[in-house]
């Protein structure tokens, strides 16, 4: 049973340019987080989807973007890339209509996303 | 909002001793989860043990043990036995109880050495 996979591992890119990562759930589940973890620091929400659909969203700009198809796969889009955007990104799925028995979160080994 | 705070930065233990991580947070919330999370070199958050707030009873995973008090906001994990495959970073997550996903909310982290 595969878990989330995230591609790609590493990336590299340049000030102002725009980046892409994909992140595909565990199978059977269907609600997708992301979240960034800047060196030395804990995780940081961005944004969840669900039903192809931005269901809540962390502090960050609009520069930030999400898209989930179908399959429940999503991306996460960046534009005009800061430096500071340099960081771990983490993809996290879940099943939506879980019970209080299953609210865990399967975490992907993420992507490191380094802005120069 | 609700916040999460790990008062240590790094922290070390002898092989086969008793560790204990502390953990605070913020809520106004009287039902929500709490979890430890531990990140690997290889980066992939693995949860360790949950709490739900309405259990008394602290949560208990083979050397892993929590110290739950809830008056007091404080979620402390020990382990036990400590061992060399226990090196890694370790977070602390609050979760609301709230209806579908809710995001996770991540202390800044402690590091733990395992001294052999």
């Known amino acids: 049973d595969a878990g989330v996979t995230q591609s790609p591992t590493h990336l590299i890119k340049t000030r102002g340019q725009q980046v892409t990562l994909r992140c595909s759930p565990k199978s059977g589940h269907d609600t997708v987080s992301w979240y960034q973890q800047a060196l030395g620091q804990g995780p940081q929400f961005i944004f969840q989807?669900?039903?192809?659909?931005?269901?809540q969203r962390g502090n960050f700009p609009d520069r930030f973007s999400g898209h989930q198809f179908p399959n429940y796969s999503s991306e996460l889009n960046v534009n005009a890339l800061l430096l500071g955007d340099s960081a771990l990104y983490l993809c996290?799925?879940?099943?939506?209509?879980?019970?209080?028995?299953?609210?865990?979160?399967?975490f992907g080994s993420g992507t490191r996303l380094t802005v120069v | 909002a609700q916040t999460v705070t790990q008062s240590q930065p790094e922290m070390s233990v002898q092989e086969a001793e008793t560790v204990t991580l502390s953990c605070t947070y913020d809520t106004s919330e009287s039902d929500y989860y709490l979890f430890w999370y531990k990140q690997p070199p290889s980066r992939q958050m693995i949860l360790v043990i949950r709490?739900?707030?309405?259990?008394?009873q602290n949560a208990t995973e083979n050397r892993f043990s929590v110290n739950f008090q809830k008056a007091a906001k404080s979620f402390s994990l020990k382990i036990s036995d400590s061992q060399l495959g226990d090196a890694a970073m370790y977070f602390c997550?609050?979760?609301?109880?709230?209806?579908?996903?809710?995001?996770?909310?991540f202390g800044q982290g402690t590091r733990l050495t395992i001294n052999p």
């Open positions: 997550a609050y979760r609301s109880r709230g209806e579908g996903a809710q995001k996770l909310v």
């Open positions: 996290a799925s879940t099943p939506r209509g879980f019970s209080r028995l299953d609210y865990g979160y399967t």
């Open positions: 989807y669900y039903e192809e659909e931005e269901r």
């Open positions: 709490q739900e707030a309405y259990k008394q």
